[in-house]
């Protein structure tokens, strides 16, 4: 989970967070750079003593400031389409899930070998325990094998809601009507937070995710599964 | 993250809160968002653009006597210098990872797979002897 006053990325817990983390530090080198060449113009612009009334064109340094500008998104889009295509990958997941949203909770389905229903309610302050998290701690969580590729089917039954997990560099809508599908491959286990990430009533953010990746040895002999 | 403190040990468990907030504080933000210490690279890449940065103005200088354009060419070094160590430093960085999955993987399979017909060392001996 972030810390307090956390500012960038969580620390990965799958490879495609991990291409992000790396595609964000690729643009965030690129905003620097750009960032300090407009701090060295404008401190340029306001120490300059040079007046001219006189310049008519600039036909080099507009054919400067198109083409550079566009190779730099050239340099950005092609990672960033990478990616994009990289999530869109559905690597024969062993496990499906679904996630339901409701006002203001989540409903979790495991009906893969057998059938597991439960909510997700946000643990109130006052039921919360010495260690617990308060707002992001839940009653029931969503345990998870590590390292298996899992597909999370994401819907609502009300309004908007969103699936999100930072840390996974997971976030599904969840639409009413709609069936949306999402994949991850969780690479360490422990205990993983996130917060619905769409607009959904006065509880919007007190519907908290809490995913709990455990080793597939233990998963397969756990009481999750129901035969 | 948090766990309430046992009896015998709260100042480890303070210690360790506190030194998490004092390293995140202490971590270098250049303009306030480029994390210098940890982001792969980024220190590298901006210590040798600092020295382009210096050797191209500063030479510049020496050779025109021509502050204001020096300074302009002291900046134009820093960005090309930094931008050029940069793409040098994650594409090795890059290839160190593909080779430490690949790494990875593999010890996992001879894990998994020692003493078996599976195993990749005896596929590879049999083939050599063959």
């Not at chain 2, 025109?64 to 900046?75: E, F, L, N, P, Y």
């Amino acid at each position: 989970m972030a810390h307090a006053a956390q500012v960038g990325l969580q620390d990965a817990t799958s490879p495609i967070m991990e291409e992000l983390i790396i595609f964000h530090d690729h643009a965030l080198m690129i905003i620097f750079l750009i960032c300090f060449l407009v701090l060295y113009a404008l401190f340029l612009t306001l120490t300059t003593k040079l007046t001219n009334t006189s310049i008519s064109d600039a036909q080099e340094m507009e054919t400067v400031w198109t083409i550079l500008p566009a190779i730099i998104l050239v340099l950005i889009a092609l990672p960033s389409l990478r990616i994009l295509y990289m999530t869109d990958e559905v690597n024969d997941p062993s496990f499906t899930i679904k996630s339901i949203g409701h006002q203001w909770y989540w409903t979790y389905e495991y009906t893969d070998y057998g059938g597991l229903i439960f909510n997700s309610y946000m643990l109130p302050p006052l039921f919360l325990e010495p260690g617990d998290l308060r707002l992001l701690d839940v009653d029931n969580r969503v345990v998870l094998p590590v390292e298996a590729p899992v597909r999370m089917m994401i819907t609502s039954q009300d309004v908007l809601h969103s699936w999100a997990i930072p840390t996974l560099g997971l976030k599904t809508d969840a639409i009413p009507g709609r069936l949306n599908q999402t994949t991850f491959t969780a690479t360490r286990p422990g205990v993983y937070y996130g917060q619905c990430s769409e607009i959904c009533g006065a509880n919007h953010s007190f519907m908290p995710i809490v995913l709990e990746l455990i080793p597939l040895k233990i998963f397969e002999m756990g009481p999750v599964f129901t035969l | 993250m948090a766990a309430a403190p046992e009896p015998g040990e709260p100042e480890e468990r303070k210690a360790s809160c506190t030194s998490l907030h004092l390293s995140y504080w202490k971590s270098l933000k250049l303009l306030g968002f480029l994390d210098v210490e940890n982001t792969p690279c980024a220190r590298h890449s901006i210590l040798y653009g600092s020295l382009g940065s210096v050797v191209a103005g500063f030479g510049h200088f020496l050779f025109t006597s021509r502050i204001r354009r020096s300074c302009d060419v002291g900046v134009g070094g820093f960005i090309l210098v930094t931008l050029g160590c940069w793409f040098h430093c994650r594409y090795n960085y890059a290839k160190q990872r593909i080779q430490e999955r690949i790494a990875r993987e593999e010890i996992k399979k001879k894990i998994l797979y020692e003493g078996t017909h599976l195993d990749p060392e005896r596929k590879h001996n049999g083939s050599s002897s063959n």
